[in-house]
């Protein structure tokens, strides 16, 4: 079993092959939000990395977000295409557990934070189980603050990864009981994005492609201008 992994939640696009034997290859950017452009020379260059066909994939999997909403668009509809014209099922994949998943071995409560823009941060909380990580709350959008009010209220021992953090040092770095994350983690990874979608491929958690829809935690930014616009 081959997975084509798809990621473009945020400013950097990238990729990944692997299956049973792990990531076979990968390729990660950040090129001025040029998801459209660079996604796929990067799945023709992993797949030459790989020596890989197209044909010899049988599960396309993607990030869902939340995330920027171009980039989501861009990669969603590009695994649903590759797809399609590969007659292949698809999973789904939340861009918050792909940002704790690389840091799933820490005892600590773990806060996966990406930036939302406008001043606001996609977060979610986790905790070490057997063979993993269990997301402990749905994905919720706030202000840095409402973040560290939150793990204030907790009062536990956080490990706080992701770019939200990295975007606002000064409302997390002074909390006590909180590590920052290295900026190596900071963004969702390809490579983790198959190794997840390889586990629910194991267990059949097939979706359909006309079932998996991008998660949106608040309107896009044009469907917000025009409401402004028609308020006014």
Not at 4 to 25: F, K, M, P, R, Y
Not at 131 to 146: A, F, I
Not at 188 to 206: D, K, N, T
Request: charged residues 20%.
């Amino acid at each position: 079993m081959l997975i084509l992994g798809i990621e473009t939640s945020t400013q950097q696009v990238g990729c990944a092959i692997g299956g049973h034997e792990g990531v076979l290859a990968s390729a990660h950017s950040a090129r001025g939000r040029r998801h459209a452009e660079t996604l796929t020379p990067s799945i023709e260059f992993i797949c030459h990395q790989a020596r890989i066909e197209l044909s010899e994939i049988s599960v396309v999997a993607v990030d869902l977000g939340p995330g920027l909403f171009t980039g989501l668009r861009v990669g969603i509809a590009s695994a649903k295409a590759f797809a399609h014209a590969l007659r292949v099922p698809m999973i789904g994949v939340n861009s918050l557990d792909l940002v704790a998943f690389p840091v799933r071995f820490s005892p600590r409560l773990i806060v996966a934070a990406l930036d939302a823009r406008r001043g606001e941060l996609y977060f979610a909380f986790y905790r070490q189980v057997p063979g993993g990580l269990q997301r402990l709350s749905d994905p919720e959008l706030g202000s840095p603050d409402d973040l560290a009010s939150e793990i204030i209220a907790r009062g536990e021992e956080c490990l706080l990864v992701g770019d939200g953090p990295l975007r606002y040092p000064d409302v997390f770095s002074g909390l006590s009981k909180v590590e920052l994350a290295s900026r190596e983690v900071a963004y969702p990874s390809a490579r983790s994005l198959v190794q997840l979608a390889h586990a629910r491929a194991l267990r059949e958690e097939w979706v359909n492609p006309w079932e998996l829809e991008p998660i949106y935690l608040r309107p896009p930014d044009a469907e917000i201008n025009w409401q402004t616009r028609d308020s006014a």
